[in-house]
């Protein structure tokens, strides 16, 4: 077929297998009766094979000289194909088209380096068709990697925007599209996911003065008189508190106070006296125990963990419990879509998809936790009112059950009662498997001690 610069019809003619030898008697007729249309260049039939009902194949391709000549084609001769298929053959052959344009960028690439250097692939154009990589020379500017760390920060039209907006502002659209095959635009959820949460626990409890030490002159020591004076004051100060708040009175102050580098540890039995901080683990509590449990919590191993946990007034336990309440989140996200796969069991979703749901819905509120910690710090730097700064928190608080309801709305589309109603079930759901997953990190982090 002659190379030429206009578009190309392509038609398929799906053909019952006991009509093929007549379907190609009737395409030679047809092929040049074609031919003699007005703006027809060339026109060809190719076999190829059955498809996958055994129907056989032909494909007949019409090359035209410009796209007026398409137009002109389509509204005449091509809009009777239909009519004449049905008349010769009735339903015994099926057609659909298509216009093709020929690549004449193929040659545009330079010679010297005409596949990818990512994938190999023939490069056809500025980015490779494959993988995607852009074609560019082996060396690199400053600039080109500044762009490439901060691009996704400060364009706005990119994937991170594109995605962290609608998270905030638009409950359940990112689910929704992702479902409905629109997902070229946003960030992969679990890269999401993975990347908020870091930021959420950075944010959260990151800090510098303590995991930087190095970085910061240290703060001069006190005199043995002068920290005396203060653990006095500290002193006097909690046992106001605690006065006002009624759990001790004035005629009944404990006289055994422990003072550390941190505080005071001041423990009360029933009848608000003073107890001993030892650890002394009685059996008897023990003893209704499950046999399974018992046989790990005997009264050696829990001594163990309580005289451990003394030692450093529980550092080290809340730096392992830190550290495994991510993997208690990640545990939780599976729990919680099996949830909803019990409360949309007409949906036909898979559960693949609920647990989608709960991704998102996680990575929004790391988000938005995040955003609420940066914001009272910030208050706090540009002097605004705690009491402002505690009520746009508590507004913001409220924003992420209406959020959750919302989105059930949207990527489920059932009516509101019937929402509400497996809202409040999947609500306390989560608040029972939230409970279940933190006590598991509390127990992992206290035996690990």
Known sequence: MTSHS?????????????????????????????????GIVDCNVFAIGDDEQGRARRVCLHSLADDESLDNYLEGAGADLESQLEEQFEEQIAQSGRVLREDHSAGAFPESSPDCRNCGACLRGQYCGTCGQRSRGRLISLWELISDAFGDLLELDSRLWQTLIPLMVRPGRL??????????????????????????????????????SLLFEPQPELSSEQAAIEAEERKQEILDELTEDGIITGDELPDEIKANGNGFNIQFDDDGTVVDSDCNVDASDLEELPDWLARRLTVERLQRVCERTHLDNGRAFLDNLLDNIPAALIVLLPLMAFVLKALYPLSKRYYVEHLLFFVHFHAFFFLILSLQILFMRLSALLRIPETIAILSIVIVSFYIPIYLYVAMRRVYGQGRIITFLKYITLVVAYVLGFSATMLGAVAIAAFST
């Open 175 to 212: 689910t929704y599209d992702y479902l409905q095959g629109r997902r070229a635009r946003y960030m992969p959820p679990f890269r999401m996911y993975l990347v908020l949460s870091l930021l959420f626990f950075v944010v959260a409890f990151f800090d510098p003065r303590e995991d930087f």
């Open 6 to 38: 206009g578009p190309i019809y392509e038609v398929t003619f799906f053909v019952a297998p006991d009509m093929a030898e007549d379907c190609d008697l009737w395409l030679e007729g047809y092929v040049q009766k074609t031919l003699r249309e007005p």
